[in-house]
């Protein structure tokens, strides 16, 4: 199975992008997004349960990025609004069946990721 995100790129500070990833061939039950930008640790961004359609967001994206699902659900995004340049990053789409409540934002939670997508927000 591969994912694969896409929508990255470079918007001056206060824009808006949509990323989106999309799994070949199935639909999982939990997506996630995480980012790693230059010299620093990835870290957590946002999550979403397919079944129910519960989100997540870490406390830095909060208000600002939104994630859902399609219909028929084979494709997860992640509205980014009011960027600032502390965004840029790589964002990579990760996802899994099984992650439990206290894995939903470890990267160690999901097995299958996607190579990533650079977003730049420039000042």
């Known amino acids: 199975v591969q994912l694969q995100a896409s929508g990255g790129g470079l918007v001056q500070a206060g824009g808006s992008l949509r990323l989106s990833c999309a799994a070949s061939g199935r639909t999982f039950f939990n997506y996630a997004w995480f980012r790693q930008a230059p010299g620093k640790e990835r870290e957590f961004v946002s999550a979403?349960?397919?079944?129910?359609?519960?989100?997540f967001y870490a406390d830095s994206v909060k208000g600002r990025f939104t994630v859902s699902k399609d219909n028929p659900q084979s494709t997860v995004y992640l509205q980014m609004n009011s960027l600032k340049p502390e965004d840029t990053a790589i964002y990579y789409c990760?996802?899994?069946?099984?992650?439990?409540?206290?894995?939903?934002?470890?990267?160690?939670?999901?097995?299958?990721w996607g190579p990533g997508t650079l977003v730049t927000v420039s000042s």
């Open positions: 990760a996802a899994d069946d099984q992650v439990i409540l206290s894995s939903l934002r470890r990267s160690s939670g999901y097995k299958h």
């Open positions: 979403i349960r397919i079944r129910g359609g519960h989100t």
